[in-house]
């Protein structure tokens, strides 16, 4: 059992010491090696991506990752810049299902930016497709052209999708929703997109296998409205990599506590990567004041999904609990009257909770 | 000065009436001639943008659109379908400069579902590029293909953009910031999608002719997040045509009053088609209970910007405000201790108030 853990860029090294932490604790017999992704690989290797990282990440069963980024790195090649590596690894590792809850915590209603019976028990899982879509499709590229008689820019990618990809996708959708609410929403723009109108079609041809799941079907535009308007309505969402990526962001935000929500990419045995929602916020980078959560969280989805112990999975997760119920809060969720800690002192009272 | 009048399907018809009804009293001579779009057009010709309507809406100076769709025509093959018509029209037009105004009126900031702290006072204005993108994108469809030793369905579609299509939205955008508060955010996916990496360059070369307008960048997935978290942060957004549907979307729904919100679609010569940001609303149709606000001011638009009547633009808008004031309501935006209203005694009140 190897992990192979990824600290990354800004704050992703002080809200992975939290979470290696917590694994250590449980004493799971767990073996974590650290390697570098993203802008502090660049920094050392000139590779977002580099071998060294790419042996271990294939060898492990799952990765454990912090966050990529920064703006030191923005103005880099395209091929060097932080988010290369985490494309890369995606891609390499072949993990096509990004599962994304968005989950508002009772603790912590008041974050939210929506009003309290808007959000109140939100448990939203968002299924994206990870591995394709117009993230990877070619041909792509800005080359010079002639248009209308003027030598121009003319940037172009390619959306596209083929059957078996958006099967297994939706496969995963459809076994996600068997174990939830059973309410299973596809999002496409098949009115516009034919790469969508396939979706849909797939998504159709598969419902009689799950008659036990309500399939509904939705345009993307409707779906980023509905999210606003009544949020509660959804149980699994399923979609592209395009838009899970913008719907995914848009739910998480919801309950505006996205230093709380982790996130799993499985491969098809379920080999995953694990990472929190949020990103590597370079503003408060090395001053102790990250939140862990999401990360400890994340490694809990690890338990669950690749290591099959729902059991210490669960743990982490009502501990976790706890330490909201006691009234501890890192700055990004802090109100009046609970206790500000730091990442550290998270880390503490979760293991405390263990 | 001709106006093509397209009341298309579901409550198009009724909020058409109203906003005829408002332009005939203001007595301004306009000539408007009647034809169809959208799936009334299908049943009576076969076609959703029939020639018929193509010549009379190239002939006349603006086109005031109802709205168009419902789900008879669903199932239609895809030429057949509404919004082939819809977007026959944008293109054929070039109505390249989609304007979509988020503005939340006090009256109604109990509608939204966001707390009134965070959207009392929201204005912003999204500008969509209409005429390409993904939307329009060459090559396209649904193909058998042979993948992995399987033949297979596959789907595919291109995203591209040229540096005049980008530079001619992008000056729309700026232009626009510059007669209200003077910052504008450019949407893209720089990190995922060379189109949109060069729309990004473009934005960043033309900056320096627009000094008074502070340009900022943001990534896509950021920018469904920022306007559920501080929607207020915006003034301008601009962007692609498939991110634009999205957001435009998002941002009206943080309103909770999309039956208030129009828009307009703009050529290079300010000749435009406008309609609310509604859709058809089969469920309601015929039953005389639709919002004609939302149409009202998409004439107030068309008074604006292409007749270029700046005072009976406002004269109308200012009767919006002044029923709402009054209190009158349609179901969509009732709460207790209004006037509930239907679509004609609403379209009564605004004329009382013109
Ligand atoms: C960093 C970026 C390439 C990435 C994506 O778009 O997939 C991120 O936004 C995410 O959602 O994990
Ligand atoms: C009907 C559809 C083709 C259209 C679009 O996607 O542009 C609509 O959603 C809109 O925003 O006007």
Redesign the interface.
């Known amino acids: 059992m190897k992990i192979c853990v990824l600290p990354g860029d800004g704050i992703g090294p002080e809200i992975m010491a939290e979470a290696v932490r917590v694994l250590e604790a449980l004493n799971l017999g767990f073996e974590m090696e650290t390697a570098l992704l993203g802008g502090c690989a660049v920094d050392a290797t000139g590779n977002p991506y580099p071998e060294a990282t790419q042996k271990l990440a294939q060898e492990a069963d799952a990765v454990l990752l912090g966050a990529v980024g920064g703006p030191q790195w923005d103005t880099l090649p395209?091929e060097q810049?932080p988010?290369r590596g985490l494309?890369g690894i995606r891609k390499q590792l072949n993990l096509f299902a990004n599962l994304r809850p968005a989950i508002l915590y009772p603790e912590l209603a008041n974050a939210s930016?929506?009003?309290p019976e808007?959000v109140a028990g939100l448990d939203i899982l968002i299924v994206r497709e990870l591995t394709g879509d117009?993230?990877f499709?070619q041909p792509?590229?800005?080359e010079e052209?002639e248009?209308?008689g003027?030598k121009?820019?003319?940037?172009?990618?390619?959306?596209?999708?083929?059957?078996?990809e958006i099967r297994r996708i939706l496969r995963v959708a459809f076994e996600a929703a068997r174990k939830r609410n059973k309410k299973l929403c596809s999002v496409d723009?098949m009115?516009?997109?034919?790469?969508?109108?396939?979706?849909r079609?797939?998504a159709n041809e598969l419902a009689p296998e799950y008659p036990d799941v309500e399939l509904s079907h939705m345009l993307?535009?409707?779906a980023?409205?509905?999210?606003?308007?009544?949020p509660k309505q959804f149980d699994v969402m399923v979609t592209g990599n395009?838009?899970g990526?913008?719907?995914?962001?848009?739910a998480?935000?919801?309950t505006?506590s996205?230093g709380m929500l982790p996130s799993a990419s499985l491969d098809a045995n379920n080999k995953g990567l694990y990472e929190p929602s949020h990103g590597s916020a370079p503003d408060i980078a090395g001053k102790g004041v990250a939140n862990p959560l999401a990360t400890i969280l994340s490694a809990a989805m690890m338990l669950r999904y690749t290591f099959n112990m729902e059991e210490a999975a669960v743990k982490v997760e009502n501990a976790v609990k706890k330490v909201l119920a006691q009234g501890y809060r890192t700055g990004d969720i802090y109100e009046p009257g609970t206790t500000k800690v730091g990442t550290r002192q998270m880390g503490d009272a979760v293991l405390a909770a263990l």
């Open positions: 395209r810049r988010e494309l930016t929506l009003k808007v117009i993230y499709g792509r590229g800005i052209r248009i209308d003027q121009q820019r003319f940037g172009f990618n390619t959306m596209h999708y083929s059957e078996s723009k009115n516009v997109l034919e790469t969508t109108q396939l979706w079609d797939i993307v535009d409707n980023a409205m509905q999210l606003v308007r009544n395009m838009f990526d913008i719907l995914s962001d848009e998480s935000m919801l505006g996205i």
